[in-house]
């Protein structure tokens, strides 16, 4: 007890009594310094923790610091969407600083399953200190400065022996964006003198705060489904060197401690990663930031919260490549100081200097145990070929021939990944799928990344845990929609695909007198769409099938939601409506076909009432406090970067100021809308009977169930009377397995219904991580898709919810108010923007949801 007291009492003198204006707070263990290299207190002008870093000082200081030393080279590896640079900092002694290429081709052979040769004794180690994917989690930041300085400045002889022994390449800011968002509002609320009161502004940033980027996405889920450009850019650098550790440096509530691993046992029944990772590597390392953190009288906890069971974060996807991925979680000051409600006062100093001593502990320990890394990391990859020779599945074979673009945007990820994939060299059918040459793939599973090849198709119901921290399924096939089949025996392989832009064979779009027509069934069909009608095309939709010869005189057929592009019913001219049609099949790789007839050789003739005008959509979409920032970044997103189209974002507060006249869609996410009054909520009822479209999201349908908005209704809990003593400690583990984290089920659709044109099979995966029961709509015609008898496809969900609750419900519903309709979507169909399969279902309710007419 004395000892704990003393510990507590040691923390506490240092928080309040931190010396800001001092470097030796943090540095004095390393003296003394190189009086040439500048500490970031002289090259900022303030003390670090006194104020919040922008992004550009801290570029500018490790250009600065490359520039100055022979110890540094500063790189630039990718932009952000708001064009910040995204920078390395490559640190190491002179010698291996200029021969960096001969070192990094000595590294690779680590990870050449085919080598035999023995790892030199004097191959240093690669380091990865990543710092900062969230923005508002700003101290790890701070301490990368800290950090390099050190490495550059300090003389001590363990620094030398750090750099002869060691690369480090340090990522200061993962996620700019979202750091100057954050640094903005900490710096202009700061009073001097501080403020503590955790009610102060500085506290408190307003939606959609600084956790995210630009399109407020989660960059720490974003590894492994790489979809933005900070993830990409940072995945095309790491697969370029494969470092041996990788840091992941986080901030948690502001009332607890500091956390570093082991984490808590890893969620899958049989990991796919080496044991040795997660025991051997993890309990190696935590001797150091034990010892670390107990030197400064730091209070930790380890091994009860987080799991790297998904494989997108920065603390697990670099243990699919060999790495050892170390997750760190120190609680935030959220601002300059906030006084806690135990009576501590929590600086931001303080939380700096937590992630300075266990960046410094990690290299530390990265150089000493040097050998073990580089061994394991080469068994890694040698283990790889010896896991896959004993599976059954051989190979993997896929593609859609129907929608190119959403292979293509499939296959692009796995390249990314440094999977190998090749061309299919001869027609066949297996499991009655068939997949043609022309455009269908196969991936061997004996290869370096076969425990990537795994979970890209290898599905899962069976857990150690039932509480995780994230996702429980991550089959990126199923995010895709992507039809495939595992093959057993051998297959004969084409060409090693490498560059997608061979794979792009549009053929050159015949002028045509009387018609154009695109098929819906490519996932670039909407934007090229509106693509048209933004330059003044008419557009047309076929309602029902038709086959009808095309300028390639072949008879060719066509499925509903085919678009009519008619020529003599322009308001533009037909040279003009021909150099459009051209430019817009280039731009987003889609087939056009010329015809020259309306009549129809099967189906429906191209002047029937089948075939409808499209109206141009106007998408609103309502974001602000109480709504979910990720499902609107979603949806921003999409529209922005692959539709191309504009979507106004209203604050939910300047509601009243909406013209709802000047908008055809409205988009509605989770959150919380009870600021929308009953006067507010008509104003919505009667805008959707106009004949608008109102598309709701997730928990939105709550909301509009139960403001009675439409007739739909949810399914409710059937209250069990009989109550069960359970242990006390077992609440958390049985009250968080009835939440569905994240998994994967199959649905049925209706393939007459608009919602599901473009679609060729009634069977789609669907990715749900809410519990919103929609109850299947009492209007026989409104249900357009409902979960299969036997739907769990990947992932964890409990028997009560499975049965009592996801079985019975509906997961897609088109309710009517007046001419218009209401979208309901029980899952979240844009979910990180990674679900390309079942992005065409929100996209067709705002397309052609205006076509839907609800059947009474």
Not at 213 to 240: Q, T
Not at 246 to 255: I, K, L, N, Q
Not at 303 to 310: C, R
Not at 521 to 531: G, I, T
């Amino acid at each position: 007890m004395r000892k704990i007291t003393k510990i507590i009492l040691v923390v506490l003198i240092a928080i309040l009594s931190i010396p800001v204006q001092a470097q030796e707070y943090f540095l004095k263990k390393y003296a003394p310094f190189d009086p040439k290299i500048p500490s970031p207190e002289e090259f900022l002008g303030y003390p670090v923790g006194s104020h919040h870093t922008r992004h550009d000082r801290i570029v500018a200081y490790f250009n600065t610091l490359a520039e100055i030393s022979d110890k540094a080279l500063f790189t630039q590896y990718g932009q952000t969407f708001e064009y910040r640079p995204l920078i390395i900092l490559t640190i190491s002694d002179p010698v291996n600083i200029s021969n960096l290429d001969e070192i990094r081709d000595r590294h690779l052979k680590i990870i050449d399953p085919s080598d035999e040769g023995s790892i030199p004794d004097d191959l240093p180690v690669f380091i990865n200190l990543g710092y900062g994917v969230h923005g508002n989690e700003p101290s790890s930041a701070e301490a990368a400065m800290l950090t390099a300085y050190t490495l550059l400045a300090s003389q001590n002889s363990q620094i030398g022996n750090y750099l002869e022994n060691a690369v480090i390449f340090i990522d200061p800011t993962i996620n700019p964006d979202g750091r100057d968002r954050h640094t903005w509002w900490a710096n202009m609320y700061k009073a001097n003198p501080l403020v503590g009161d955790p009610l102060d502004v500085e506290h408190n940033e307003v939606w959609p705060r600084g956790r995210t980027n630009h399109y407020w996405f989660d960059l720490n889920r974003d590894w492994y489904l790489a979809i933005n450009p900070e993830s990409r850019g940072k995945l095309e650098w790491y697969h370029h060197w494969y470092p041996n550790v990788v840091t992941d440096f986080h901030e948690m509530g502001s009332g607890s401690t500091y956390f570093f691993e082991p984490m808590k046992d890893n969620g899958s029944l049989n990991p796919i990663m080496p044991k040795d990772n997660y025991t051997t590597l993890n309990d190696t390392f935590a001797r150091y930031y034990q010892e670390g953190l107990d030197s400064i009288g730091s209070l930790y906890f380890t091994k009860e919260v987080f799991d790297g069971t998904y494989p997108g974060y920065g603390s697990s996807y670099p243990d699919l490549q060999g790495g050892l991925a170390l997750l760190f979680e120190q609680a935030s000051s959220r601002g300059h100081l906030q006084k806690m409600d135990n009576g501590i006062t929590l600086s931001f100093p303080f939380t700096i200097r937590n992630q300075y001593v266990s960046s410094m502990a990690t290299i530390k320990a990265t150089v000493e145990n040097k050998s073990l890394l580089h061994n394991y990391q080469r068994d890694f990859f040698k283990s790889a070929l010896t896991n896959a020779s004993g599976s059954q599945v051989k190979a993997y074979v896929f593609g859609d021939q129907y929608d190119r673009n959403r292979t293509l945007a499939f296959i692009d990820k796995l390249l990314l990944h440094k999977i190998e994939v090749y061309a299919l060299s001869e027609e066949i059918t297996i499991s009655g799928k068939k997949f043609k040459p022309d455009f269908g793939f196969i991936i061997p599973t004996e290869q370096a990344q076969y425990r990537l090849v795994q979970s890209v198709f290898e599905t899962y119901n069976e857990y150690r845990d039932s509480v995780f921290y994230d996702a429980s399924a991550w089959s990126l096939v199923n995010f895709y929609n992507m039809s495939f089949t595992g093959v057993t025996g051998s297959l004969k392989k084409g060409e090693l695909i490498n560059d997608l832009s061979k794979l792009v064979n549009v053929t050159q779009v015949e002028r045509s007198d009387y018609a154009y027509i695109i098929s819906w069934e490519d996932y670039n069909a909407p934007a090229f769409l509106y693509y048209l009608q933004d330059h003044g095309v008419l557009a047309s939709s076929a309602l029902k099938p038709f086959a009808i010869s095309t300028n390639l005189n072949e008879d060719r057929q066509f499925h509903p939601g085919t678009l009519l592009i008619p020529v003599k019913r322009q308001s533009i001219s037909e040279d003009s409506l021909y150099h459009l049609i051209r430019s817009g099949s280039e731009k987003f790789n889609a087939e056009v076909h010329s015809v020259e007839t309306g009549f129809s050789s099967s189906g429906i003739d191209l002047g029937s009432g089948n075939i409808t005008n499209l109206e141009k959509p106007g998408v609103l979409m309502i974001i602000g406090d109480g709504i979910s920032s990720y499902e609107a970044g979603e949806v921003w997103h999409l529209l922005d970067t692959r539709m191309h189209m504009p979507v106004t974002k209203v604050q939910i507060r300047q509601f009243d100021r909406i013209e709802f006249h000047k908008y055809n869609v409205m988009v509605i996410v989770s959150g919380n809308y009870d600021r929308l009054d009953s006067v507010k909520q008509q104003k919505i009822k009667d805008w959707v009977s106009q004949g608008n479209t109102l598309v709701a999201i997730r928990n939105a349908n709550n909301w509009i169930i139960k403001q009675k908005l439409v007739k739909e209704e949810l399914i409710k809990e059937e209250k069990d009377t009989t109550i069960e003593r359970l242990p006390y400690i077992s609440a958390r583990e049985n009250i968080g397995k009835e939440r569905i984290g994240g998994a994967i089920f199959e649905v049925e659709l209706d393939l007459t219904h608009p919602l599901c044109f473009g679609y060729h099979s009634n069977k789609l995966p669907v990715y749900r991580n809410s519990t919103v029961w929609l109850k299947p709509s009492k209007n026989p015609y409104s249900t357009v898709a409902r979960y299969t008898e036997d739907p769990l496809i990947d992932g964890f969900i409990t028997d009560k919810n499975l049965n009592d609750h996801l079985k019975k419900s509906a997961s897609l519903i088109v309710s009517k108010i007046g001419d218009g309709r209401v979208v309901m979507f029980a899952e979240n169909p844009n979910f990180r923007g990674s679900w390309y399969g079942t992005n065409r279902l929100f996209l067709n309710g705002i397309f052609l949801g205006q076509k839907i007419q609800v059947p009474e």
